[in-house]
């Protein structure tokens, strides 16, 4: 079964700082998904992430996938109150007959400070 | 750009009732799915459908049906609501493979009472 593990679930940032948020699952899989969820809104895609060593930025957002050490990362550059939302990762398992069903990550809840 | 459209936003029943939930792409995606979302819980896969009148189940198929007549429209089907399935539900769908990306719907705040 495959298993995605956020850390931290929790983050509260001052205004231009810089951080990472981790992504780690369980089992092979050559991509990730990055979303960005705002309160009581739907989920917005950040990054698709199709190959090891992909890396994609956008802003002061900042993906990159290590398939071979099932990790990914999300790095945060220079925060803005903007920012502050909840970003979950999303892993779909390689195997046959998958489908390509997404697991997600508990999400991380980045609150951004003045 | 692709748009996953959810026919509700917000929807309150009444405990035993049939509740329908639509989704609608336009994109002619071959992959559908319908998630829970609740808190503490994430989200989670009710149902997906990778081709008309295919489905498979997803984690938590209890209490749930679908329907996949059109390519374009996924439903889920409440058979008889209960307050425990009171949840925001979000529809998503993506080409095979996933390449694009998966889009989801606005989703609905389903409250039943």
């Known amino acids: 079964e495959l298993k995605v593990e956020q850390n931290p679930l929790f983050l509260s940032m001052q205004e231009g700082k810089n951080y990472t948020i981790y992504c780690n699952y369980s089992t092979t899989s050559d991509r990730l998904y990055w979303y960005r969820q705002d309160p009581g809104k739907s989920l917005e895609s950040l990054f698709v992430l199709l190959s090891n060593g992909a890396v994609k930025q956008e802003g002061r957002l900042m993906a990159s996938l290590d398939t071979k050490a099932r990790l990914s990362t999300l790095h945060i550059t220079a925060a803005v109150h903007d920012l502050s939302a909840t970003y979950f990762c999303a892993v779909p398992p390689r195997s046959p007959g998958s489908n390509y069903k997404l697991t997600f990550g508990k999400g991380t809840l980045l609150t951004v400070n003045p | 750009d692709v748009k996953v459209t959810q026919s509700s936003r917000y929807l309150v029943k009444r405990t035993g009732e049939k509740v329908f939930l639509e989704c609608v792409q336009d994109?002619?995606?071959?992959?559908m799915f319908w998630y829970r979302q609740d808190p503490g819980l994430g989200l989670r896969l009710i149902y997906f459908?990778?081709?008309?009148?295919?489905?498979e189940k997803g984690d938590i198929p209890e209490g749930y049906s679908v329907s996949r007549e059109k390519k374009e429209r996924f439903s889920l089907i409440l058979e008889s609501a209960s307050t425990n399935q009171t949840s925001m539900y979000l529809c998503?769908?993506?080409?095979?493979?996933?390449?694009?990306?998966?889009?989801f719907g606005s989703g609905t705040r389903l409250t039943v009472v």
């Open positions: 998503a769908s993506t080409f095979y493979e996933g390449l694009y990306g998966y889009t």
């Open positions: 994109m002619d995606h071959e992959n």
């Open positions: 459908s990778y081709d008309v009148k295919m489905k």
